[in-house]
C-alpha cells in the first residue's frame, strides 16, 4: 500500500487531505505540533496499524528525521511527502511588522518545507514517488507589505528548483497554491473562501496522475460571486 506522509496535518487543509487520501486506499504518516488534535484525527480515521500520527515541529530538524524514520520503520516506504505546514502573521506589513513573527514565519513556510524535501528525496527516489508542497496565489500577486506573501514567493521559486533538482529520478513536484480558503488559519470565518476539502482533491487529484504526468503548479480560487 502506497504511503501518505502529511505536515501541518492537525487542521484545515493537512486534515482534509489525510481524510481524503485515507478514502484513497494511503497509509497514513501525519505529523503537527498539536498532540491532542492529531490524536483526535487519528482516531476519527480510525487509528490502527495504516494510521501513523506524530507530533513535530517542521522548523526542528531532529523532529522531522524521527518522523521521516518512524515513517518507514512502520511501513517501510514513503511514496507522496505533502509539505503543508505553514503560518500567517497577526501583524501587517514592514513598517508595523513584528520581526519574531517573520523569523518563525520563514522557518516554518520556508526552512520546513526545504528540510522536508531533503529528508523525502532518498525515499521518494525509490519510489518514484512525489513531493507536493502548499504555495499561496500570495506567493504569485504583489501584496502590500506582507512578509508572508513573500514567504510564499520564496518557497514557489524553490518547487521550481526541487524539480530541476530531481529531473531524471522519476519523482515529481507540485506547488498547489489556493486562494483564500476558509479554514482556522484565519481567526474569522471566510465563507467566500474555498473549503480545506477543495485544496485536499486537488492534492488528491495531483497525486492520481499516471505516472508520466506532473501536475507542477496548480492555482485553486474561489469562484467569483454572481453579479446581482
Known amino acids: 500500500m ?8 492537525s487542521t484545515g487543509i493537512g486534515a482534509a487531505t489525510a481524510r481524503r487520501a485515507k478514502e484513497a486506499g494511503y497509509s497514513l504518516v501525519l505529523a503537527a505540533r498539536s498532540e491532542a488534535k492529531l490524536k483526535a484525527l487519528t482516531d476519527e480515521l480510525g487509528g490502527g496499524d495504516d494510521v501513523l500520527g506524530m507530533p513535530c515541529d517542521v522548523t526542528r530538524l531532529e523532529d522531522q528525521q524521527q518522523l521521516f524514520d518512524r515513517a518507514v520503520s512502520a511501513f517501510g516506504q514513503i511514496d507522496v511527502v505533502f509539505a503543508n505546514a505553514g503560518i500567517g502573521a497577526n501583524t501587517a506589513g514592514t513598517e508595523h511588522g513584528d520581526p519574531e513573527e517573520w523569523k518563525a514565519m520563514l522557518m516554518t513556510n ?30 504569485r500577486r504583489t501584496l502590500k507589505g506582507s512578509v508572508y506573501g513573500a514567504s510564499k514567493w520564496g518557497i514557489n521559486a524553490y518547487g521550481y528548483n526541487l524539480r530541476e533538482e530531481l529531473k531524471g529520478t522519476g519523482c515529481r513536484v507540485t506547488i498547489v497554491e489556493p486562494g483564500l480558503v476558509d479554514t482556522p488559519f484565519f481567526d474569522d470565518p471566510k465563507p467566500e473562501g474555498l473549503r480545506d476539502d477543495d485544496v485536499a482533491r486537488t492534492v488528491i487529484f495531483a497525486a492520481e496522475q499516471p505516472q508520466g504526468v506532473e501536475l507542477h503548479e496548480i492555482q485553486v480560487l474561489p469562484t467569483p460571486p454572481l453579479e446581482a
Open 110 to 139: 520556508m526552512f520546513g518545507v526545504m528540510v522536508s524535501a531533503k529528508l523525502a528525496i532518498p525515499h521518494i527516489k525509490k519510489t518514484k514517488g512525489h513531493f507536493i508542497i502548499t504555495g499561496s496565489v500570495a506567493g
Open 2 to 9: 502506497a504511503v501518505f506522509l502529511i505536515t501541518g496535518a
